[in-house]
C-alpha cells in the first residue's frame, strides 16, 4: 500500500479573513487531492488549512512545538507533541514532500530557509516573505496542484 503523499501548510500564525479563507481553501484542495496535510498545528494558517482538510475528509498531522498533544488545533487530526519549540519547524518541513507558504512572518521565513536548504519544493501563496527564489501562485488551485506534483516528482 503506497503512502499518502505530505503536502505542508505554514504560515502567519495570525491570520484575518482573507487569508484564512485562501489557507481553508488550501487545506480543502490538499484533501481532494487524497495527500495528508501536515502544518505546526496552532493557530492562524495552520488552523485555518487544518480545518479546511478535514471538513473535506482529509488527513491532518500537526507537529506541535509543546509537549502537550491538546495544545493542537480542533483540525488537526494526528497531533504530534515535539517539546522542541519554534526548532519543530525544520521536522515540519522534513515530514513534507512538497510545501504550501500561506502569508507567514518569521517562523514561515525560517521553515522556507529549511525548504530550501533541504530540496523540498516551495510554493508561496500571497505571502509577506522577502523575496525567495521560489515561485508564486496566484491562487490556491495553482499551489496545490503545483505542491502535489512536485511531492509525487519527489517520490518516483
Known amino acids: 500500500m503506497a503512502q499518502l503523499l505530505r503536502i505542508g501548510v505554514i504560515g502567519s500564525s495570525e491570520c ?12 480543502e484542495l490538499i484533501a481532494w487531492e487524497g495527500a495528508a ?5 496552532l493557530g492562524g494558517v495552520m488552523q485555518a488549512a487544518a ?13 506541535l512545538p509543546g509537549e502537550d498533544p491538546r495544545a493542537a488545533n480542533p ?5 504530534i507533541p515535539t517539546g522542541l519549540g519554534e526548532a519543530r519547524n525544520a521536522l515540519v518541513v522534513s515530514a513534507s514532500d512538497s510545501v504550501i507558504a500561506v502569508g507567514g512572518g518569521w517562523g514561515t521565513l525560517s521553515e522556507a530557509a529549511f525548504c ?7 510554493i508561496r501563496l500571497r505571502s509577506d516573505l522577502p523575496e525567495l527564489p521560489v515561485r508564486e501562485a496566484e491562487t490556491p488551485e495553482e499551489a496545490v496542484e503545483w505542491a502535489v506534483d512536485q511531492a509525487r516528482q519527489r517520490r518516483e
Open 75 to 79: 483540525g488537526i487530526l494526528i497531533a
Open 116 to 122: 530550501l536548504k533541504s530540496g523540498v519544493p516551495l
Open 16 to 27: 484575518g479573513e482573507e487569508l484564512g479563507e485562501l489557507a481553508r481553501r488550501v487545506g
Open 37 to 41: 496535510l501536515v502544518c505546526g498545528g
Open 51 to 63: 480545518g479546511g482538510a478535514r471538513a473535506a475528509g482529509g488527513v491532518t498531522v500537526g507537529i
